[in-house]
């Protein structure tokens, strides 16, 4: 176990109380297990620190919460509110996302702001930067948190990826940099560069970059996913960065003067379906790999790529439009595969074509509405 996540759940009776740890799996033989995701993450940041950093992430955490009927099952025609990004709603409404922030404060967690977002009954909680560790720990317990706190409340809080087509997709934007082991020091910074990243930093998105379509396999998980890229509001399709254009995949945000050391990476594909320390892992070992190799940095696209005239778009690279496409890509890039472990890497490839199988030998209400009456 890690003494350090040791935490008592808050959402129990006095007389119930629950203490929670997070441990490291082994095997009977005392082994490191190789199916331990939280491994396969400390493995690559051992392989940071070997080079001189330590990694450091904060995410966006976006949820829906539904309705429950009078039998306590989730009405998903029905979320629990019908305001906007930063609209204020009832009372009674607002009142649920501080139980929630309240809930995950008493956890030990970091909590930076909360506010609505732009699908009804859709909210953000943003977390404090820390560790690429403690962050990964922290997603995985908000959401079995997030989840309580909403059953308590006679609501469903769900994390998939689209619930609806006619609502925005829900994401989990991941800001990150590198620091120095030494001196604490952001090793992204530099005042002097016009987008302020230092070599390092454009060494390390670029490899993100490189890597990005067999990333989103793992960022990305479920079939699911693939309704919110490319199709709901501010989820990327190109594979590009930019400062302002909340379209590209990564972003480098702007910054006031003389605050380097918020210096980050924001990465926008990945969604909060995702297993928190595969994806810290397989972010960390795509930047590592840019690093080690200098790998060159295109050109950022500032503009809206709707404007943009085909022909340049044709150049652009795009990500996968399917898990099924997603899976092509993990499968022929050795870095992101190394970055899991050939256990984690053979199990996760077959246990998401199992389900991009299942999901083509379904017969959905569109196909039905579209052809039953027509052929």
Request: aromatic residues 8%.
């Amino acid at each position: 176990p890690d003494v350090n996540t040791f935490a008592i759940l808050p959402w129990d009776q006095p007389e119930e109380r629950v203490g929670r740890l997070i441990c490291q799996v082994h095997t009977p033989h005392g082994d490191p297990y190789p199916g331990d995701p939280r491994r396969a993450l400390q493995n690559v940041l051992d392989q940071a620190r070997d080079l001189g950093y330590v990694f450091r992430t904060g995410v966006e955490l976006e949820f829906f919460l539904f309705q429950l009927n009078e039998q306590g099952v989730a009405l998903p025609a029905w979320p629990h509110d019908s305001v906007s990004y930063f609209d204020l709603s009832t009372n009674f409404r607002q009142s649920i996302r501080r139980k929630m922030v309240a809930t995950l404060t008493r956890l030990g967690m970091s909590v930076i702001s909360s506010h609505h977002e732009i699908g009804s009954g859709q909210h953000e909680i943003n977390f404090g930067y820390e560790e690429a560790l403690t962050t990964a720990d922290q997603v995985l317990t908000a959401r079995v948190a997030l989840k309580s706190v909403a059953q308590h409340n006679n609501l469903h809080c769900t994390f998939m990826p689209r619930p609806r087509r006619d609502l925005p997709g829900s994401g989990m934007h991941t800001h990150q940099s590198l620091h120095s082991i030494d001196s604490g020091a952001n090793v992204f910074s530099d005042p002097g560069h016009e987008y302020g990243l230092s070599e390092t930093g454009r060494w390390f998105l670029a490899g993100q970059l490189h890597h990005a379509r067999a990333m989103v396999a793992v960022l990305a998980p479920l079939v699911n996913s693939y309704k919110r890229l490319g199709t709901s509001i501010e989820a990327p399709v190109y594979v590009t960065w930019a400062h302002i254009n909340r379209a590209a995949l990564i972003r480098v945000p702007g910054l006031m003067p003389d605050d380097g050391a918020h210096t980050r990476l924001e990465l926008r594909c990945p969604d909060p379906s995702s297993n928190p320390y595969l994806a810290a892992a397989v972010m960390l070992a795509a930047g590592l790999d840019g690093i080690r190799q200098k790998m060159p940095l295109p050109e950022p696209l500032e503009e809206d790529l709707l404007g943009q005239d085909r022909a340049r778009l044709r150049r652009a690279r795009v990500l996968p439009a399917t898990l099924e496409e997603a899976l092509l890509a993990l499968e022929a890039d050795e870095t992101i595969l190394s970055a899991l472990g050939p256990y984690i890497s053979n199990s996760f490839l077959a246990s998401r074509r199992e389900e991009v199988e299942d999901f083509n030998r379904q017969v959905t209400d569109w196909e039905m509405e579209r052809y039953f009456q027509r052929f």
